[in-house]
Nanobody, 118 residues
Framework: QVQLVESGGDLVQAGGSLRLSCVASGSIFSINVMGWYREAPGKRRELVADITNRGSTNYADSVKGRFTISRDNAKNAVYLQMNSLKPEDTAVYYC????????????WGQGTQVTVSS
């Protein structure tokens, strides 16, 4: 099993910044992709950004140029730096990890609330 602990969600004004953190523990030897998803009220959970253990990144079009994902392999951690936040970024943000080798099995954090006021 893999455990994920997230932190960093908060209430912030539009134009502000937040940094989300997620630390993985447990059976993480096979995990090579770490990322963030978000789920807004009434909407489906969507990918925000992810990063492989080699540093390849992938971003949703809606956050390109504003959000930056990074990871520290030594700490088994992934971060999401969010700048120029907009009210439409309001959502519960979930840390996600999986192995891209073999059958995919996703692990999820408990979620952290990000609220952007206008």
């Amino acid at each position: 099993q893999v455990q994920l602990v997230e932190s960093g969600g908060d209430l912030v004004q539009a134009g502000g910044s937040l940094r989300l953190s997620c630390v993985a523990s447990g059976s993480i030897f096979s995990i090579n992709v770490m990322g963030w998803y978000r789920e807004a009220p009434g909407k489906r959970r969507e990918l925000v950004a992810d990063i492989t253990n080699r540093g390849s990144t992938n971003y949703a079009d809606s956050v390109k140029g504003r959000f930056t994902i990074s990871r520290d392999n030594a700490k088994n951690a992934v971060y999401l730096q969010m700048n120029s936040l907009k009210p439409e970024d309001t959502a519960v943000y979930y840390c996600n990890v999986y192995s891209s080798k073999g059958v995919r099995r996703d692990y999820w954090g408990q979620g952290t609330q990000v609220t952007v006021s206008s």
